[in-house]
């Protein structure tokens, strides 16, 4: 099987999978259940959020923009950054996590740095807000702990996983000796190959990529702009709830949980959280006492809103790095 095939196959695998969770959740609701909420939705709170919502994005460029710039004799703009980091937005809606490739190579097109460095400030910023999902997660366990606790209860055996580590740890730790053996005897037999060299060099671009975090200038600029997304994200969320009546009344802490699960959501393997999104915001919203319906047009809404920003820029983006592809010939 070719490789464009795997990825084709790959692609409408999960498209399917996203979409027949989303059928599955919305095929019950009538249309007049969205239209009323439509009519009571306070629109200035709704466009409030999404606004706020496009300022995060940008500050997403520029904290990436530091990362990239870090060691370059060139002037980054955010701009361009900005630009990039929108089309790999609107890629990921088609083909998951491709989209962390797919802005890389926008930068590249733009400005003359390594892509194996540029994509190590990729894994680098995901990994920073992954750290600073797993401190929402431990905020919301915090405030709303018996919501936590009650959640993992149903949905998790404490027991089960106890056995699964005892029964198969000693598995795992030989497979990892195993796997670290093989890569070393593939590398001996093969490290004067043209593409262990060029694989050699992705890895030390990758790396450098990865060391800009503590070589970069403006670190307390870096680490203010990472919190101020965060910041954002929950207000997005909040005001978003504010706005539609079924929500309005929940509390502040109540929406940190529903950003977390939203935020669960949105790194499944589908395109865009579509799905996956939708049923973890409607599913905590049934322990804050939302009826199962309001609590999935809530997770419409609140979803939607992104997606229109993500395809209006996404879409500007593409011309953006078409007319910079003209200007380059």
């Known amino acids: 099987m070719s490789n464009k095939l795997k990825n084709g196959l790959r692609v409408t695998v999960s498209l399917v999978v996203a979409l027949l969770i989303f059928y599955y959740l919305y095929k019950d609701i009538e249309s007049e259940v969205f239209l009323e909420a439509l009519k009571g939705t306070n629109t200035f709170l709704f466009a409030t959020a999404m606004s706020i919502g496009l300022i995060g994005f940008w ?61 190590g400030t990729v894994v680098l910023e995901r990994t920073i807000d992954m750290l600073f999902m797993l401190l929402m997660m431990a905020l919301a366990f915090i405030f709303e702990g018996r ?7 149903n949905l998790v055996s404490i027991a089960s996983i106890k056995n699964f580590i005892s029964d198969y740890i000693i598995l795992a730790i030989l497979l990892l000796i195993g796997a670290v053996v093989f890569v070393i005897f593939i590398y001996l037999q093969f490290k ?13 671009q990758f790396v450098s990529g990865l060391q800009t975090l503590f070589q970069m200038e403006n670190k307390a600029g870096f680490w203010l702009a990472t919190f101020l997304i965060w910041i954002i994200y929950f207000l997005m969320m909040y005001w978003m709830a504010l706005s539609i009546p079924s929500t309005s009344s929940l509390s502040a802490t109540s929406v940190l949980m ?20 939708h049923a973890l915001v409607a599913f905590i919203l049934l322990f804050y006492g939302i009826p199962e319906a309001q609590g999935k ?29 003209q200007e380059t010939l």
Do not use: D
Not at 194 to 204: C, E, H, M, P, S
Not at 258 to 275: C, K, T
Not at 299 to 320: K, N, W
């Open 297 to 325: 047009v809530f997770a419409m809404l609140a979803h939607t809103s992104q997606m229109i920003i993500v395809l209006i820029f996404g879409g500007i983006s593409f011309l953006y790095l078409f007319r910079k592809k």
């Open 258 to 277: 529903v950003l977390v699960m939203g935020s669960i959501g949105m790194i499944a393997p589908v395109q865009g959280g579509i799905g996956t999104f």
């Open 59 to 119: 500050l997403r460029a520029w904290r990436w923009k530091r990362l990239i710039a870090t060691n370059e004799t060139i002037t980054l703009k955010t701009s361009p950054i900005f630009w990039s980091l929108m089309f790999g937005n609107v890629v990921n809606l088609i083909f998951p996590r491709a989209g962390e490739v797919a802005r890389c190579g926008a930068v590249r097109k733009t400005y003359p740095i390594e892509f194996g460095k540029i994509f």
């Open 147 to 153: 919501i936590f606790l009650e959640i993992l209860n």
């Open 192 to 204: 004067k190959t043209a593409f262990i060299g060029k694989l050699l060099q992705f890895v030390r």
